[in-house]
């Protein structure tokens, strides 16, 4: 008799954890959520860098369809080059290793300091808009790069906003330094 009546108050213990254990779960999920709707799901990334040449030379490599995939930092990937100058509505393909899905790049506007283009990372995702902008500055070419928009990722939209300066501008400083490295030992001032 003993035992069965030890069982039976273990029971109410293991149930009482487990109620505990229930409890406290459903109050950290229940603080995630309030905390992701208050948080802005606004993103802003902006990396600069200062390149040791002119910026016409500088907006000739950002334009040259050879060039790009040799510059531009794609996580897991690359961008299909081609021969030729980007212009207007002209895209390129950007190839992932992993997976048979494509993104592109499209420029949309090309100015004398400032080129604005479209990514579109794999069909599911939206288009992030990009401004790269020229500045001279005593002979060198000052180039910032910019992105901004709102995620539409539900209640994880916050936290991945908070994620974005860091995984986007990562990406943006390898690019950035690529064209520096370019411009700078191959193409020369």
């Known amino acids: 008799m003993t035992s069965k009546k030890s069982k039976a108050s273990e029971h109410p213990k293991a149930l009482y ?17 309030i905390v992701g709707l208050l948080l802005p799901t606004n993103y802003k990334v902006e990396r600069s860098v200062t390149i040791d040449s002119s910026k016409q030379t500088v907006m000739s490599v950002l334009l040259d369809g050879n060039a790009l995939p040799n510059w531009m930092y794609i996580s897991d990937g690359r961008v299909e080059a081609f021969n030729g100058v980007y212009t207007n509505g002209r895209s390129a393909t950007i190839h992932y290793n992993k997976t048979d899905k494509v993104g592109s790049i499209t420029m949309t506007s090309i100015g004398n300091d400032q080129i604005t283009f479209d990514v579109k990372p794999k069909p599911e995702v939206d288009v992030v808009r990009n401004v790269i902008r020229l500045q001279s500055i005593g002979g060198k070419t000052k180039v910032d790069w910019l992105i901004q928009g709102k995620l539409r990722a539900g209640l994880l939209s916050p936290y991945v906003a908070l994620l974005a300066n860091r995984i986007a501008g990562s990406n943006f400083e390898r690019s950035l330094e690529r064209l520096k490295d370019i411009v700078e030992t191959k193409v020369g001032r």
């Not at 254990?21 to 959520?33: D, E, G, H, N, W």
């Open 17 to 33: 954890k487990l109620r505990t254990v229930t409890r406290i779960s459903a109050f950290v999920i229940l603080a995630v959520v």
